[in-house]
């Protein structure tokens, strides 16, 4: 089992869509959880921390599940900037283990 | 504030050559790291540095790669000899200190992307 997995992808959605990504992580000992994009062809960009509350930025929203080790990134109204992928990051120990991505693809 | 800077951007080389990057950190950050990204796939933490400190190289293949940070700031992550499936893009990243569940963010430069023929 891979220690984080997401959704396959791509995700090809309409402007204005809303769209869910989902990871799960294998190791219940991880600490923290972050989401990061990455363009095409350009490095990762921290989006966002993800919270056991919950946490809200903009039309992005992060959700954290311990019990279930479920975490996931809910995009509201979706823009053709956001195009992108998207990776669920999960920090082990004081090291980053990063899924493979999700790909997201906005269509005017 | 300048990021993480990376070089070259490109570079093409045949099996068994060697290869070397370079990567500057944000000023002020201590921490830095190299991570391999083959197409498709997330990064993957090959070595991390704590000033000139190796903290983590669990995962570096030893018998082809190697790494330095002999002033605690510039870093060079060098391949010797290379195959073809090193062909991939190594991104350097840095990050002020921080461990366990008080990690920092990292700060990721443009990457290296290297093809092997």
């Known amino acids: 089992r891979k220690e984080v997995e997401q959704d396959p992808g791509p995700f090809n959605v309409p402007e204005g869509a809303t769209v869910a990504f989902n990871c799960t992580y294998s190791?219940?000992?991880?600490?923290?959880f972050f989401w990061y994009r990455q363009d095409c062809r350009k490095e990762p960009k921290l989006l966002m921390s993800?919270?056991?509350s919950g946490n809200e930025d903009g039309r992005f929203t992060a959700q954290l599940n311990r019990a279930s080790q479920y975490i996931s990134l809910l995009i509201r109204d979706s823009k053709l900037s956001d195009s992108a992928t998207y990776l669920c990051?999960?920090?082990?120990?004081?090291?980053?283990?990063f899924g493979q991505g999700t790909e997201l693809s906005v269509k005017p | 504030e300048a990021g993480v800077a990376q070089s070259p951007r490109y570079k093409i080389i045949e099996k068994r050559q060697s290869v070397a990057f370079w990567c500057n950190p944000i000023s002020g950050h201590a921490t830095l790291y190299w991570y391999q990204q083959i197409l498709g796939q997330g990064p993957k933490l090959l070595i991390q540095?704590?000033?000139?400190?190796?903290?983590?190289d669990s995962q570096l293949p030893k018998d082809r790669f190697s790494a330095e940070r002999l002033k605690g700031v510039d870093s060079t992550l060098k391949i010797q000899p290379a195959k073809l499936e090193d062909s991939a893009v190594y991104l350097c990243a840095s990050s002020l200190p921080g461990s366990g569940a008080s990690l920092s963010a990292q700060y990721f430069g443009p990457g290296t992307r290297l093809l092997v023929l």
């Open positions: 990051v999960v920090n082990q120990g004081g090291k980053l283990i």
């Open positions: 993800v919270y056991s």
């Open positions: 190791n219940s000992a991880s600490q923290s």
């Open positions: 540095f704590q000033n000139n400190g190796v903290v983590d």
